[in-house]
Every structure is written in C-alpha cells, then in structure tokens.
DNA sequence: GCTTGTGAAACGTTTCACAGCC
DNA sequence: GGCTGTGAAACGTTTCACAAGC
C-alpha cells in the first residue's frame, strides 16, 4: 500500500502518479517522439496550477454565456475569475488557444475546450460515503448537475441509515460497494465519514476499482499510486485564516515604520 | 473596493495583503532595520506553503500525543502528515526550529509552538452566513471546538428560518450582524449562501469588520485588500479530480512507449 | 489600436545532500 | 550512528514586456 503524496502548494490535495517506470523524469519526451503525434483533441499536459484554474474560468464563461455575452477579452475573463490576465492568457495557451488578436475569446468555444479538457463532456457519477451531517448536505446539494457530475449512490455503514432517501436516493450498506460501482461505472467518490473511518473506507473504494476521491475527512489516506485524492478540510482553511488575522493584529499592534 | 486576488497555486484561496505602502516590494527588510528585533514570538515570515502545511502537522502531532508519544522524528510526523521529511524540517526550520539532531521533536513542544505560530491560543469565533443545506452541516459540525474555533453565531435572510436553534445557536436576521460581531468579537466568517447572495454577505461582513472570510458559494468575492478570503468550491474539486481521471483513462487507451 | 500569444526574467517551492550536533 | 538544520540546485509558477496578428 503506497503512501499519499499530499504535496500540492495551495493545500489540499495530492498528484497523479507521474513518471512510473522509465519515463525521463522531467516533462518533455526527450526526443519529440509522440510529442505532438496526438489525432487531434490530446491532452498537452499541462501545469497542475494551470489544471487547478480551469474550472475557475469555466465557471466565470457560464455565467458570461448566460448573459449573452460570445466575446470576452482575457483581462474581462480574468477578473471574472479571479486572475490576472497574464495568468489566464498563459494559461489557455496551453490548450492550444484560440483567442482573437485584437478581439478576444469566443466564449462557447472556451466553454466547449475547457469542458473537453476536464473531461466533462460525458456527466460522471459519483459514490457518496457516509450520510453524517455533511455527507447529507452534500447529497443535497444541487449544484452538481449543471458541473459535470451526478451523485449516482449514497453509502454508509450505520444500519439504522440504510435505506433512508436522501434527495430521491437510498442509502446502501458499504458491502453493495463492487456492486454499485460496477453497475454505475463510477471512478470517483466522495469520503464524508469521521476519521477513523476513512482509511478502511478508502481501500474498499480503491478496491472495486475508484481512482478518483474527495476526502472531506480530517486524516491522510494512503492509495496507490494511480490514485488522486484531493482533501477539503475546514479545520484546516479556518487555521490558515487565523494565522493570517494574528499577523494583521501583530502587524497593526507595534506599527508603521514609513510615513 | 478592490479586488480580489485569488492567486493561490494550489487552486483555493486569496493572499494577505502585503507591501501596502512604500514597502521595499520584496520580502526582506532592506537594511537590518527591525529585521530580528523581536521580543520574543516574532513570525519570521512564513512561506505560504509552508503555512498551508502547519495545521496537517498539527493535526498529525495531536494524534502522536493522544497516543502517548512525547518525540517524533521528522521521517515519522512528515509521514503522518503525507509530506517528506526534507520539506517537513524546512518547514519547521521557519520556526525557529526546536528539534534535537539524533533524537527528534518533542511533540508537545511543537504543539504549543505551531499553534502560537498559528494564532490558536485564544478560541477563534466563527460567524456562519446561510443555513441552507451546507450551512446547517457547517453549524453541526463537532470538530471545531478541538482545533481552535467555535461557531459564535448563524445568520440567514429567510425570515422562515430566523429563530430557529441549530446545535444549540438560534438563527439571527443577517441585521444583526454588525451588533453580534462587535459582541462576539468575531474577525472570521463561513460563507454557505448561494452564488448570488454571497458579494452582498461580504460587502456587509467587511463593513462590519470581518478580516477573514472562507468562502463555500461557487463565485469570486470582491473585498478590500487587508481582508483574505479562502474559497472551498466542492464541483471544483470534482472537476480537478475529473481531468485527472480523463488522462489516466486516455493514457491507457493509447498504451505503452516504454517497457 | 487593441488584444492575444509567448519567450525570458523573477519569484516561490521542493528536493538534494551533507555538515553539524546529539 | 542517527537525525536535525540548511545552503545550493532543481523545478514549477507567475509576471513582464513586447512581437505577432487581427
């Protein structure tokens, strides 16, 4: 059982298995074979912060396409994301971009890369374990649909939950796990059980195939290495809040040193 | 109102405000000028990284003392913590580090050390906006009281949920904020709103004087440059996870080069 | 003229590798 | 002998600044 890689700067998640056996290590293949061979639509393998920021910019075109918008400008894109336009051209060059000079962006034509990029195209189901507190919010959650995503089952242990609906659907004992997986064809699941759980959970998942989870979990998992695994914790933002409010009181409390 | 800069690499949070005035641009202190003359606790400025980090140690370090260990070697808490040992020192060696070459750190030393650093001393109060779905699971959480914070007060704009008590706390109209945080003393906010209402719950917790907002509605939040905001975004996640799972599935359809 | 696309510089972070110390 | 602390190298990311193109 290989160790998570939880390396990721911002802080909350970890990486796709690079560079398995022989692979020369640092990104480029060394001697443009298969570089640019890909039919058409091939992944340019592009920056994990680059990856981190799409969903960002593909937020922000929705909401511009529902406007009506159908040309935006990186500066307005990125401040609808969030960005600096540097940053955002930067970055959809990598999806071998298709901006306008002197124009700017065609907004479907982004909304329909990005989605390619991700991989949104086909919806994706996803395995919710544990209905505690958050895990039933979450089910309830609509906002998934309009995503790229589904929750097609709901999973926990306690049998005085099984068989609850939760938002139109059952809970299932963590024993119909193969099953469903299979049946669903689900590659990614979300862990909403306490702590101590969350380890066994992971194996069961990565067991009946899972290659994909979201640990809100307060706890590292250990996976394999085809394994990603991204984690949210609350605990874990509000204390990196608290320490920026404790520097702005240090800061603000022995003060100025220009005027 | 400025801004907001959501430059954080690994995909989820804004940044402290620095350089305000005609500050040097880049970190160091030009000339020695007050550079180590700190009296005691001085922050010795903090990669961001390296912050982002400090909260998984003390969480691993929580574990170790709940089991008895009173040393742990950097190879052992960097493993609890999924990080490798070189960077769990160099983290630490930002704190003035405290270890002993041949034998380790002494656990409840680090503790102490990582939540001064962290601003953990005093209990943080926490205001929470929206009690919706995700809003009530934040409220009902347990494991904050553990790790620093307590949920002083739930807020809400629906007059059917005002006076309603979740764990314990009633539901206040979102009027009252700027009474119940100058009572509480609270400088942190959850945001659980929905997209649309959430810039108007900051605009309002910024005039009350809230430095510190984490964010769980799906949209960019303008706010002045002394108040940071970190961003959960649940689809988010579920869309790094997807482009993840995109590539593994595409790298296994066109198969080896290696062998 | 205005906006994209991109080399090159600047910056931040991680990893290496070993000296220093117990 | 074993583990910490840390310069220096390697790597990744952001920003700058401007050439290319509509």
Redesign the interface.
Known sequence: MS????????????R?ARSA???PANGSPAHG??DRGAPLS??PD?PE?T??????Y???LHVLAERGDDVVSSEELA??????SA?LRKDLSYLRSNGTRGVGYDVGQLIDKIEH????NQH?A?ALVGVG??G???A??G??GS???HIAALFDVDPARIGDRIAGLPVRHIDDLAEVVALERI??A?IATPAHAAQTVTDALVDCGV????NFA???LSVPE?V?V?K???????????????????LTALPE??S
Chains 1, 2 share one sequence.
């Open positions: 160790q998570q890689r939880n390396e990721r700067p911002g802080g909350s998640a970890s796709p056996a022989g692979l074979l298969s091939e992944l592009l912060a990856v981190a920021r799409l969903p960002e593909l937020r922000a401040h609808a994301a969030g960005v600096n940053k990029v991700l991989g949104l994706r996803v507190n958050l039933q919010a979450l309830g959650y906002g998934f995503r790229g995503f590659a990614i979300v290659t994909s989870i979201l307060p706890c590292v085809n990603d991204r949210v914790d609350l605990a874990i933002e509000l204390q990196i809040l608290s320490f920026h409010e404790h520097r702005k009181a240090t040193a220009i």
